[in-house]
Each structure stands twice: as structure tokens, then as C-alpha cells.
């Protein structure tokens, strides 16, 4: 039903995409949990080209007037939830950015304090010392 | 001067005489971002009016010489490094304040629209009253500065706000001049809110069920810097904080007060 090289031409992009992913994977610029979700995607994009019928006979099944509406509602449902994803972890990273930079501020301050407290003890004995001397 | 500043050492006591027992320990914390203009007067202007108190500037981050001057003024820098925001700075000076013991905590901002010589008043009424934050207010007294009318409008329209939903008027919910209790510092210290954090940190208060007093106090026009509102953001500032206090009718993230007391 699908024309030979726009096939071909699918597959090799879900090929292309797979391994951008597994190569972020493999030198670690991609942590695994963020990765599940785009390899699941990967592969279903790898499936779908392989196997057009899949997609044809699902979207039909279910009710769509061309399969692609039901390829684009599956994208933009996948591409919303990653994106929501993406949003929580932000959130999530600038509150531990935020505590980590408190923290070292308060602990900053405690550092100077104690180091003062430590020099000041000091002056006062050495001006003890000198009195007895005189 | 020094000497003065030591919390142990005998005091008179405050003007309600309530002062029984040791003197309470009482933290002013000063958040400043790019304040070089005015930081130095403020300090001065505090432990002119509060010699008892220990000052904190919390510097967040600035790219002046703010701690520099803070530090040359001999008050306590906590140097955040990175800009953390209002709400991300004061919540600094609640952790600081929970972490060294402290008894009561007063915010005033560090570009010097807040007068220090009220800081008194706002602590007595936490005593007296027994309140949990005290505001001081610019709209229950006479005379001063009251910021600018498109302000003003904002500042209706979020009393308002917070009186239809929490049963309680507040006539400056904007005011950044606050005194607050351990158990409020405890309970902030955990979660302060961020962007605009004054309203909403008012209302999610009244909420969950801390008491919230007022006292009447003048301000002053900033005296450098820039403010962290532009008039043109004030409608933006509204609905935003608007929407927080929407939310805050469904949040949890705030401790509930202890009806221990």
C-alpha cells in the first residue's frame, strides 16, 4: 500500500534515531530513566515503518478517516507527554538548586564565623600575655 | 558597639515589658540583590534602632558590591551564589534563623524603603499578640510613601482577594516588612513561596491557620537599585499572584499550625 522508498526512507530514520539515542546512551550524556521513554518511542517509530499495515488496520479499526491522523495523535500524545515530563524535572532541579544554594550559603557563613571565633580567642590571649610581661 | 550586640548581656527591657525572662533572640534579616546604593545605610539604620538584634544580609548573588559593603558594615553575609529570587532569599535567612536558634526573625528589604525604627513595634506586637507573622502595614498609618497608583490597584484587588477567600483583611498584603515566630520560621523554612512570595505567604498563613496581625508603619521611596516589579509587570503581577493564591486553596505543601499553644 505505502510506495517502496518512502518506506525505506522511514525506516532509515528510525534507524538514524535509535542510534542517536543509544550513542547519547553509551557515552553517558543521557541518563536511563530519561532514556526509556524515547527508546519505547524509537521503536514504535521502527515498528510503524517496518510494518505500515499495523498502523493501517489499527486506525481504521478504531475509527479514524486516514490512518496518518491517527499516526499525528499518537506523536502529539507521546510529544506532550515528554515535554510535560521534561517540565516536572526542571521544577523539580531548579528546587534542588535552590536548597543546594541556600545551603552552601548558610554553610559559608558558619565557616566564617567559626574561623572568626577561632582568630579572636587568640588576640586575647596574646594581649593577656603582653600585660604579664609588663 | 560589640558588646552591645551580645544577646546574653542584660538589656533594658522592651517598651511592653514583658521582658521576664531573658530577652528573646531576634535575627534581622536583610534580602539584597544589587543594593550597594543603599545596604550600608540600612545596617547602620537597624542597629542604630535595634542594638540587641543580629543583623543577616542575605546577598543573592548580586554582581555589585553589596556583600562587600555588608561585610565592611560588620553584619552577617549569607553570600548565595547564584540569584535565587525574593522568596529563595528570605527562605535562605529562615533556615539560617532555624539552624542558629534565633526566637523571632524581622525581614526588611534591603533597598531601603523599610525604616528600622519600627522593627520594635513589629516585635511587640508578636509578643504582645501573640501572632504568628506581623506585617507592617503602610495603609494603617498616615502619611509616608504608598507606592505608585497602578500599585495600588494591584494592592485592592489582592486584599480583596484574600478576604473573600480567607475571611481575613489585610490591608498591605505586599509589604515585605515582616516579623515572624519560630514556629513560622520553622514552617517557611521548609516552604516559602517564590516569585512573589509576600501575598501568598500571607494568605497560605491565614490558611492554615497561623494568626496574622498588622501594625502601622511608614515606608520610603527605594533609595537605589531597581525594584523587582516594573509598573508595566503589575498587571502580570496580579493575575499571577492571583492564581498562586488559587492554588494555595488546594495546597498542602505548608505545614499546619500545632494547636498546641
Redesign the interface.
Known amino acids: 500500500m505505502i510506495p517502496h522508498p518512502i518506506q525505506a526512507l522511514a525506516v532509515l530514520a528510525a534507524l538514524v534515531y535509535l542510534l542517536l539515542i543509544v550513542l547519547a546512551l553509551r557515552s553517558s550524556r543521557m541518563n536511563v530513566r530519561q532514556s526509556l521513554l524515547w527508546l519505547t518511542s524509537g521503536v514504535v517509530f521502527l515498528l510503524i515503518s517496518l510494518f505500515p499495515n499495523l498502523l493501517i488496520r489499527a486506525g481504521y479499526g478504531l475509527g479514524f478517516i486516514a490512518p496518518s491522523n491517527a499516526l499525528f495523535l499518537l506523536w502529539c500524545l507521546t510529544l506532550t507527554m515528554l515535554v510535560f515530563y521534561q517540565s516536572l524535572t526542571t521544577s523539580r532541579q531548579s528546587q534542588e538548586?535552590?536548597n543546594l544554594?541556600?545551603?552552601?550559603?548558610?554553610e559559608?557563613?558558619?565557616n566564617e564565623?567559626l574561623r572568626n571565633a577561632q582568630a579572636a580567642p587568640r588576640r586575647e590571649n596574646q594581649a593577656c600575655d603582653s600585660d604579664e610581661e609588663r | 558597639m560589640a558588646q552591645a550586640r551580645n544577646p546574653t548581656e542584660t538589656v533594658p527591657a522592651s517598651t511592653t515589658g514583658e521582658t521576664a525572662g531573658p530577652r528573646p533572640r531576634l535575627l534581622i534579616i536583610v534580602p539584597a540583590y544589587n543594593e550597594q546604593a543603599a545596604i550600608e545605610q540600612v545596617i547602620t539604620a537597624a542597629r542604630e534602632h535595634c542594638p540587641f538584634a543580629d543583623i543577616v544580609v542575605v546577598n543573592d548573588g548580586s554582581t555589585d558590591n553589596t556583600g562587600k559593603r555588608a561585610r565592611a558594615q560588620r553584619a552577617k553575609v549569607l553570600d548565595v551564589p547564584i540569584n535565587v529570587g525574593i522568596g529563595g532569599a528570605v527562605q535562605c535567612g529562615f533556615k539560617y534563623a532555624v539552624a542558629q536558634d534565633y526566637d523571632i526573625a524581622v525581614q526588611i528589604d534591603g533597598d531601603g524603603q523599610h525604616d528600622p525604627r519600627y522593627v520594635q513595634a513589629l516585635v511587640d506586637r508578636l509578643l504582645g499578640a501573640d501572632a504568628d507573622m506581623v506585617i507592617g502595614s503602610r495603609f494603617l498609618s498616615a502619611g509616608g510613601f504608598r507606592s505608585t497608583a497602578a500599585r495600588r490597584v494591584a494592592i485592592r484587588l489582592l486584599r480583596w482577594l484574600i478576604a473573600g477567600l480567607s475571611g481575613q483583611y489585610v490591608s498591605d498584603p505586599t509589604s515585605g516588612m515582616r516579623a515572624y515566630s519560630r514556629a513560622t520560621m520553622q514552617a517557611l523554612a521548609s516552604y516559602y513561596p517564590q516569585e512573589y512570595p509576600e501575598p501568598e505567604c500571607a494568605f497560605m498563613l491565614i490558611r492554615r491557620g497561623y494568626l496574622v496581625a498588622e501594625v502601622p508603619v511608614a515606608m520610603h521611596e527605594r533609595r537605589g537599585g531597581k525594584s523587582s516589579i516594573s509598573p508595566l509587570a503589575s498587571v502580570l503581577y496580579t493575575v499571577k499572584v492571583a492564581v498562586a493564591i488559587g492554588l494555595h486553596m488546594i495546597s498542602r505543601r505548608l505545614a499546619p499550625k500545632e494547636c498546641s499553644r
Do not use: G
Not at chain 1, 101 to 106: F, K
Open positions: 538548586i535552590r544554594a541556600q545551603a552552601l550559603a548558610i559559608r557563613l558558619s564565623e
